[in-house]
């Protein structure tokens, strides 16, 4: 099975325009969940998606937003970058509705100059 | 504040020895411990898990040690090898209300020849 695949693998944006990531699960699996990873911080949860519907939501900005398809591709939206969103940018899928187990993705690596 | 605390940040082991890495968590509600390997420029991978009805659980050379009393568990990873060398990340999730992992901030391991 292949694995969570993450597009673009490495972006780079100027303060205040917009960037959207996108995550292919798993075949099978229903749960997305989106993380962001960086040196400071660690890796933090941003939201995750089942069934089109959001479920779950991190301690983020307005600025940062999702969905999910009904081919459970998720995509990821940020809107007026700012320098600190520069970050690993990591999906995960699992199969279940319970997301214990998770299967990260390689990340997207935003850079915000 | 962070629910999920792991030491040490940064661990040196020689090739054969043992490395051990803890983590202590808040939330007794978690149910779910995962352990995850991280290598420069991948995502994270799903290493071993274990849930708190059992006190130990190995997969080759990785065990995860749990005690619910102390809220604590650690990683051990037996006749470690420089292959090892990644870092270590503990999570915990009750699955449920809160279906995304918690993290704790990683411990950098390096295994000398």
């Known amino acids: 099975k292949a694995g969570v695949t993450q597009t673009p693998r490495y972006l780079i944006k100027t303060r205040g325009q917009q960037v959207t990531l996108s995550c292919s699960p798993i075949?099978?699996?229903?749960?997305v969940s989106w993380y962001q990873q960086t040196p400071g911080q660690g890796l933090q949860f941003l939201f995750e998606?089942?069934?089109?519907?959001?479920?779950n939501k991190g301690n983020f900005p307005g600025r940062f937003s999702g969905r999910q398809f009904s081919n459970s591709r998720s995509e990821m939206n940020v809107s007026t970058l700012e320098l600190g969103d520069s970050a690993l940018y990591l999906c995960?899928?699992?199969?279940?509705?319970?997301?214990?187990?998770?299967?990260f993705g390689p990340g997207t690596r935003l850079t915000v100059t | 504040q962070q629910q999920v605390k792991q030491s040490p940040q940064s661990l040196i082991v020689q090739k054969g020895g043992i490395s051990i890495i803890n983590c202590a968590y808040e939330?007794?509600?978690?149910?779910?411990f995962p352990w995850y390997q991280q290598f420069p420029g991948k995502g994270p991978a799903l290493l071993i898990a274990?849930?708190?009805?059992?006190s130990e659980k190995k997969e080759g050379r990785f065990t995860i040690s749990f005690n619910k009393s102390a809220k604590q568990f650690s990683l051990h990873i037996m006749d470690s090898q420089p292959g090892d060398s990644a870092t270590y990340f503990c999570?915990?999730?009750?699955?449920?209300?809160?279906?995304?992992?918690?993290f704790g901030k990683g411990t950098k391991l390096s295994v000398k020849p």
């Open positions: 075949s099978g699996h229903r749960s």
């Open positions: 939330n007794t509600a978690f149910d779910y």
């Open positions: 995960a899928s699992s199969p279940y509705s319970i997301s214990y187990e998770q299967y």
């Open positions: 999570a915990a999730s009750d699955g449920g209300s809160q279906g995304n992992l918690i």
């Open positions: 998606y089942f069934s089109e519907t959001q479920r």
């Open positions: 274990i849930r708190p009805d059992v």
